[in-house]
Structures are given as structure tokens and as C-alpha cells.
């Protein structure tokens, strides 16, 4: 495997206390009911965009109103992130590695690319990509294949040799649509069972198990 294209949130780092923080507080803030940690951390894996309206079920936004939920939400979550966002044990030294194997590194994220380029600069990680592709670059979101296919086309990448590496199975999804190979991991946001049944190319319990994918 030459290009390796990962997920952000739940694959390279762990921002599951930031979202939910983040979340939570919105929601307050406007009177909603207030989503479970484990509904947030589920739908981490689509834009909020898509994901804050599965979380209020039934309830009607204005154009306007939406728009002011966004806006709070991306406020806390710039506040949260200072001290509840972190890399995964050992994820450097891998991406590191993989580097140094010449390996062709990406990120597809479900995330708005001006907070994910903040937070891989934040992070340390920002030099080991080669692009990066946010929510607001991709006319359909995961999991439709738009994201992959960016990155796929704009730099002439054999999908034979490429690989989505993700813990939701969105990510898997989103793979698998643009014909490439997929990954799941177990350290994010969905359980080995539900990654499963998604029947990835591999499946990895540990960050070090990047290594060994071929």
C-alpha cells in the first residue's frame, strides 16, 4: 500500500471529551435536550452539520437558528480543544515511520478544513500530509466518496495502492464507495462489531498495527 488516507477525529487523534463538550454545551445554550456522551461520539464520524439534527429528532430549525447552533458549538469547541484534544499514544512515531517507508499520507475528514488544519498544526502532525480535505471542501459528505475522490484524482493515485483508515463506519463506507481499499480501528468511535460488519480489508486493535498493513 502506497497511499494511506486517514480520518481525523477518533483515528489520528483523540477529540471524543472536545466534541462532547462542545456539544453538550450547544445544546444547552438552546434549550435542547441534551445529547448522551455515546450519541455524540457515534455520529462524530458525519459533518455536524448532518449530525446536530439526528441529535434533535423532531425539532424544527430556522436557516438562522442552525446557523447560530453551528456557530456556538465551533466556539466552545475551539475552547475545549486547548486542553481535551491529543494524539494517540504512539500515532507521531507510526506516522513517522510511514514517512520515512515513503508512504503517501492524506486526511479526509468529516470535520470544517479551518479547525482540522488548526488542529494538526496544533497537534504537531501537519507536515507528515500531504492534503487535507474538510467537510466544506466536498459537494456530498461521508459517507459518500467525494472526499477520496478529491484527493485520488488531484494527485493521479493508483486505488489499487490506496487505503481509508477510519473508526466509524462512515469512513468504511465512504472507502468502499470509492473503490478503495479500508481499515477500521477499534480505538475510536465504533465497536469491532459494528466496524465488522462493514467487512474492511483490515481491521486494527492497535495505533503500532498501521504499521503491518500491506
Not at 434549550?31 to 439526528?54: C, D, H, R, W
Not at 507528515?128 to 467537510?135: H, K, L
Not at 489499487?160 to 483508515?165: E, L, P, R, V
Request: aromatic residues 10%.
Amino acid at each position: 500500500m502506497e497511499n494511506y488516507i486517514f480520518d481525523f477525529d477518533g483515528t489520528l487523534a483523540d477529540s471524543g471529551q472536545a466534541a462532547v463538550l462542545a456539544t453538550q454545551s450547544a445544546f444547552k445554550e438552546f434549550n435542547l435536550a441534551t445529547p448522551t456522551t455515546s450519541q455524540i461520539e457515534y455520529y462524530m464520524g458525519i459533518p455536524i452539520e448532518v449530525s446536530f439534527k439526528k441529535m434533535a429528532p423532531g425539532h424544527f430549525f430556522s436557516e438562522q437558528a442552525f446557523s447560530d447552533l453551528l456557530t456556538i458549538f465551533r466556539r466552545q469547541y475551539q475552547i475545549a480543544e486547548q486542553t481535551s484534544l491529543t494524539l494517540f499514544p504512539q500515532m507521531k512515531s507510526v506516522l513517522q515511520q510511514l514517512m520515512y517507508n515513503q508512504k503517501h499520507l492524506f486526511v479526509v475528514s468529516s470535520k470544517h478544513s479551518t479547525p482540522l488544519k488548526r488542529n494538526l498544526v496544533q497537534l504537531h502532525i501537519a507536515e507528515y500530509f500531504q492534503a487535507v480535505v474538510g467537510s466544506d471542501q466536498v459537494t456530498h459528505f461521508k459517507p459518500a466518496p467525494d472526499g477520496v475522490l478529491q484527493v485520488l484524482n488531484q494527485y493521479s493515485l493508483s486505488k489499487d495502492d490506496s487505503i481509508m483508515i477510519g473508526d466509524a463506519i462512515f469512513d468504511l463506507q465512504m472507502g468502499q464507495a470509492a473503490n478503495i481499499h479500508t481499515c477500521g480501528v477499534t480505538w475510536g468511535a465504533h465497536s469491532v462489531n459494528e466496524l465488522n460488519k462493514q467487512h474492511p480489508d483490515y481491521l486494527l486493535n492497535t495505533v503500532s498495527d498501521l504499521l503491518t498493513i500491506h
